[in-house]
């Protein structure tokens, strides 16, 4: 007998509904349960009606029970999440779809917006040369902290370079209450936030003016007055913590959403799978930012995926998605601005894979020419540039000029020697803290691996560095 025959005839949910509504039981330590639930939970054998279906009243899936009639059997299956119609035809689907999803862009290379552009928002000068000065100063602050790390004064460095867009201008689209959970390659949007640069060199030099207090290596950066959540390098931890915020500002009624970015590599990872169907049906207000740059360290996008791209593993949780032009900044804007509208306004998640090209080694641990052919590197370092995209468009508008270009470079070039003078200067936090902050009376343990640390800085105190108090 076909199942929802048999729903129509026997509606054996209707009892268990009632039996967890009207008998619900509040067990000592074990708060309003069912009895049957009580039981197992005190450690008793269950009775048998553990073991009855149950469905609560109040889930999604009840609207989905229509009882079909008997004809409607032979067409459609009435499944718990919706009809499926019936075929006779054995047929799976292809890996595929027959045509790529498409990139939307407003301008082409040479900066121009394409003659049928759907760009439906107006960006005017004055947020238009805003765009344009902050994706410089990204760019420069790459140029000048790599030149630094080059040099020995820094340990550590990991440039934006080529992905300048994506971090400026969804930061402009964004509100200063949405909650941004970053993966490393988006310093642009605390930029953006107003972050200085010399809040960005504390970090780098880890010194006694560092919020993480020298604990982290350097690019971690991290802001509670920016909304925007300490960088953490184990890749797509952060996008399951985006989906809680969101669904905590969902809760809390507030007009803001999470937003979240992974690289390409990070899509490879579990925890990215589980965020979108969880973010899907919790139905939280949470923005996924692809950074798709055909690389992750030396994996190539091909060795990464067979799926066309990201976008089409939104569709198959369930969440509306879009694929843009990574080097578009009025593209990026443009998505962005929307995905933040529909989020919030509807309380649902949004994904947007952004197609863009990382320029730069994947750290200053890389060497990417042992993987990849200069001339690729160099086509999108000249040919594919987002920044001077964008600046051929404020050109043409009559909003930049050449004097006004050197002006801004000469300027952020002073500011970041500056801050990176100023930076050297101040001292490194004390080694203790690096035993603080976690428990409110530290453990034995850690109070011993103090002792070790501090006995072991001082028989080799050669090898230490002598300006970073134990
Ligand atoms: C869980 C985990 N596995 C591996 C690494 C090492 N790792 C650091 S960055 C990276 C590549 C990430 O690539 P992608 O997500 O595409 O970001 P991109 O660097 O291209 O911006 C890897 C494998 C890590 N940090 N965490
Ligand atoms: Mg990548």
Redesign the pocket.
């Known amino acids: 007998m076909a199942m929802a025959a048999l729903l129509r005839r026997q509606p054996f949910w209707k009892p268990a509904v009632r039996l967890l509504s009207e008998k619900t039981v509040k067990a000592p330590g074990f708060g309003l349960l069912a009895p049957c639930f009580r039981e197992h939970a005190m450690g008793r054998r269950p009775s048998p009606a553990f073991l009855w279906p149950r469905r609560f009243e109040s889930t999604v899936s009840q609207e989905h029970l229509q009882f079909p009639d008997d004809d409607d059997n032979h067409r459609d299956l009435d499944f718990p999440g919706g009809k499926v119609a019936f075929t006779d035809k054995l047929s799976f689907l292809s890996g595929s779809a027959e045509a790529r999803i498409p990139c939307y862009r407003v301008l082409d290379d040479s900066g121009h917006p394409l003659d049928h552009s759907g760009f439906s928002l107006q960006v005017k000068e004055e947020l238009a040369v805003k765009i344009y000065e902050r994706m410089v100063t990204l760019q420069m602050m790459d140029v000048i902290f790599y030149e630094a790390q080059r040099q020995g004064r820094l340990s550590f460095y990991l440039t934006t370079m080529g992905e300048e867009a994506i971090n400026i201008a969804s930061a402009a689209a964004l509100k200063d209450e949405d909650v941004v959970l970053p993966?490393?390659?988006e310093p642009g949007i605390l930029l953006w936030r107003g972050f200085t640069l010399q809040e960005f060199a504390n970090q780098l030099f880890g010194n006694e003016a560092d919020y993480g207090k020298g604990r982290q290596m350097p690019i971690h950066y991290g802001s509670n007055k920016h909304n925007y959540f300490t960088v953490s390098?184990?890749?797509?931890t952060q996008l399951p913590q985006a989906v809680g915020v969101a669904y905590a500002l969902k809760m809390e009624k507030k007009d803001a959403c999470a937003v979240t970015y992974?690289?390409?590599?990070?899509t490879s990872?579990g925890d990215f799978h589980a965020s979108l169907n969880f973010a899907a049906v919790t139905e939280s207000p949470v923005i996924f930012i692809c950074?798709n740059?055909g690389?992750?360290?030396s994996?190539h996008i091909n060795e990464q995926f067979r799926s066309d791209g990201v976008a089409v593993k939104g569709r198959a949780y369930g969440i509306r998605s879009i694929r843009v032009d990574g080097n578009d900044a009025l593209a990026v804007y443009d998505a962005v601005h929307h995905a933040r509208e529909i989020s919030v306004k509807e309380q649902v998640p949004i994904l947007i894979e952004a197609l863009t090209y990382?320029i730069g080694h994947?750290s200053t641990s890389d060497d990417s020419t042992k993987y990849r052919p200069v001339d690729e590197i160099n086509y999108w370092k000249n040919s594919r540039n987002p920044v001077s995209r964008l600046r051929r468009w404020v050109e043409r508008n009559g909003w930049w000029c050449n004097e006004a270009e050197t002006r801004l470079r000469t300027n952020i070039r002073k500011q970041l020697l500056e801050v990176i003078g100023e930076a050297e200067k101040l001292k490194k936090p004390p080694m203790a803290e690096l035993f603080a902050d976690v428990y409110d009376t530290p453990s034995s343990n850690l109070v011993e691996q103090q002792r070790q640390l501090a006995e072991t800085v001082r028989i080799h105190s050669g090898c230490y560095p002598p300006d970073v108090p134990v």
């Open positions: 993966q490393y390659r390098s184990p890749i797509a992974m690289g390409d590599g990070g990872e950074r740059n690389w992750a360290i994996t990382r994947h």
